[in-house]
């Protein structure tokens, strides 16, 4: 395929797996396991890593942070543990950086808002998601949603169903613009039947389908914007973190 090309900038696209910049660049001697757990829980990952004797085997460094690259022990695997940074672009870099390095199933978690009527601190679980940001664009030809890996939605909801939670299956609205969630974006979005936003799904997904590995989300609610005219940040969905993070070492351990 040749290059795209369009007035649009965004919707240009390349599929050339050869960049100029590579995420290897660095050619560091890192192995890392094939299963990850790549979540934005916070500081719960560091707190699982101190409480687990986990290792530190590498890290990733951005102009702002490092990340730490930690290696844990879960029920016989090895696997990958790494904190996500907020945000499409952010949190694709270290995915394909990761990726790059070894890393070929992936379980991700963390909050999200809620768009229509659903209580805080409920589990959900995406299986296509509204690209309404900027970095999938670079991974796949332009589309309104991309679609989610199902050998990993199966991981997840099995998971959910034996740690007897409830999930929703949802469409999810990726979006780049914390602050431009206007009220008639959000009624457009729930129209179309998004249920839940969020800023990373889309991004890491289509990374994913670009390297040819496998991505599940699993996600909880937090805020709400349901009521557009009074929102609530409600308490961002406190509970469900450590939840999440046991919920994913199960489900990445399923995948076959």
């Known amino acids: 395929m040749a290059l795209i090309k ?6 240009e696209y390349d599929n050339d797996p050869q960049a100029v910049l590579m995420p290897t660049h660095e050619k560091l001697n890192l192995k890392l396991p094939k299963k990850a757990v790549f979540a934005f829980l916070g500081r719960h990952i560091d ?3 101190n409480q687990n004797n986990c290792k530190i085997v590498g890290n990733f460094e951005s102009a702002t942070k490092v990340y730490p690259i930690y290696i844990t022990h879960y029920k016989g695997h090895d696997i990958c ?3 996500a940074p907020v945000g499409s672009a952010p949190s694709t ?3 394909d950086w990761l990726i790059s390095y070894g890393v070929k ?3 991700s978690a963390g909050s999200c808002g809620a768009l229509t009527d659903i209580k805080e601190n409920i589990f959900l679980v995406p299986t296509k998601a509204l690209r309404d940001e900027g970095t999938s664009y670079h991974y796949l030809p332009p589309s309104r949603y991309v679609d989610l890996n199902q050998i990993a939605l199966k991981a997840i909801e099995l998971t959910l169903t034996e740690q007897n939670y409830s999930y929703i299956e949802c469409l999810t609205w990726t979006t780049d613009g914390f602050f431009r969630e206007t009220k008639r974006k959000v009624e457009y979005r729930k129209k179309e039947g998004c249920s839940v936003v969020e ?3 889309s991004a890491l997904a289509a990374c994913s389908q670009f390297r040819n590995i496998i991505f599940g989300q699993l996600l909880f609610t ?3 914007l349901a009521d557009i005219d009074h929102y609530d940040e409600r308490g961002w969905g406190s509970d469900s973190f450590e939840i999440a993070l046991t919920l994913c070492l199960e489900a990445v351990i399923k995948i076959k």
């Open 199 to 201: 800023m990373e799904c």
């Open 222 to 224: 937090a805020d709400t």
């Open 47 to 49: 707190n699982y890593a």
């Open 93 to 95: 870099q270290i995915l």
């Open 105 to 107: 199933e992936v379980i």
């Open 81 to 83: 543990l790494c904190q």
């Open 6 to 11: 369009h007035e649009i900038p965004i919707l």
